[in-house]
């Protein structure tokens, strides 16, 4: 595949439907970026998870190039998870401009704080984006993560 070059201010983020064309390739693209490389399969539980989630996306000429889902914890919080970025378009600006499109939907429904868990290796990209830690780093999926959180309100 041939790097994708375009400018942002025409990408669209969008939430897509559980069981849609779009959720299910936006699920392949977790399992090939998040999933694959560590040789790991979704569990019973996390497969029920899926429905309750939502899902959000960006896509160049229909192709899916960043995803990631968002859970309710509690009244005005949520937790960002499974965020991917094709390889092809990574430091693009793909990954902040989905963050940042998602903020603005969550933060009109009085959503006021995500919550994530950060690989170790994506501690900049959140921190750039005015998320901080919490915390120690802990072992998730077997590899390090930090608690992290942003006041989006």
């Known amino acids: 595949m041939k790097p994708v070059r375009q400018h942002l201010s025409g990408i669209v983020v969008k939430e897509e439907a559980f069981g849609s064309e779009a959720y299910f390739d936006m699920l392949a693209l977790r399992k090939r970026i998040l999933r694959d490389p560590l040789n790991l399969e979704w569990t019973e539980e996390e497969r029920s998870w899926e429905e309750k989630e939502r899902h959000f996306g960006c896509a ?60 170790e290796t994506a501690l900049g990209f959140y921190e750039k984006l005015g998320f901080n830690r919490e915390g120690e780093t802990f072992l998730e999926v077997n590899i390090p993560h930090w608690k992290m959180s942003k006041r989006i309100t």
Not at 69 to 96: E, H, N, P, T, W
């Open 60 to 119: 160049v000429e229909k192709r899916i190039v960043a995803c990631l889902v968002i859970r309710s914890l509690s009244d005005g919080v949520v937790k960002l998870r499974q965020m991917a970025v094709d390889l092809d378009c990574q430091g693009a600006g793909f990954g902040r401009r989905l963050i940042c499109g998602v903020e603005e939907v969550l933060a009109g429904e009085q959503i006021s704080i995500i919550e994530l868990h950060a690989r």
